[in-house]
Nanobody
Framework: QVQVAESGGGLVQAGGSLRLSCTVS????????MAWFRQTPGKEREGISG????????EYADSVKGRFTISRDNAKNTVYLQMNSLKPEDTAMYYCAAAPFSNLRGRSSYLSDPTLYTYWGQGTQVTVSS
C-alpha cells in the first residue's frame, strides 16, 4: 500500500520561510517523478514545483520561481519544498504527489495536469499572515 505523508506546514509571517517534507512508502521512490501542488477553496489545484526521479531536473511555476526550491533524497524516500520570502497569496493547502514516469514521458511540463499523478498525500496547510 502506497502512503504519501506531508509535513512542515504552519503559520508564518510574510517574508518568512517554511520547509515542507513529503515521505513516501510502498513504492520504489526513485522510479517516480514528484511534484508539489497547492489549492485554496474554490480554486483549481495548482502545480507549483516538480522534480525528476533523479533530482537533476526541477520545474517551478512562475508564481514561486526564485522563492521556492524543490529537492529530493532518494535514500530517505523524501521530497522537500523549501519556501522562502513567503507571501499571503501563498496561503493554501499543499499536496505532494507521485507520478509514474510513463505518465509524464514526452510532456514539456510536470505541472500542467494533476490527473497524471497517481499517489497523493492528505496535504499540509500553509498560512502566511500579512
Amino acid at each position: 500500500q502506497v502512503q504519501v505523508a506531508e509535513s512542515g506546514g504552519g503559520l508564518v509571517q510574510a517574508g518568512g520561510s517554511l520547509r515542507l517534507s513529503c515521505t513516501v512508502s510502498g513504492l520504489r521512490f526513485d522510479d517516480y517523478p514528484m511534484a508539489w501542488f497547492r489549492q485554496t477553496p474554490g480554486k483549481e489545484r495548482e502545480g507549483i514545483s516538480g522534480i525528476s526521479w533523479s533530482g537533476e531536473t526541477a520545474e517551478y511555476a512562475d508564481s514561486v520561481k526564485g522563492r521556492f526550491t524543490i529537492s529530493r533524497d532518494n535514500a530517505k524516500n523524501t521530497v522537500y519544498l523549501q519556501m522562502n520570502s513567503l507571501k499571503p497569496e501563498d496561503t493554501a493547502m499543499y499536496y505532494c504527489a507521485a507520478a509514474p514516469f510513463s505518465n509524464l514521458r514526452g510532456r514539456s511540463s510536470y505541472l500542467s495536469d494533476p490527473t497524471l499523478y497517481t499517489y497523493w498525500g492528505q496535504g499540509t496547510q500553509v498560512t502566511v499572515s500579512s
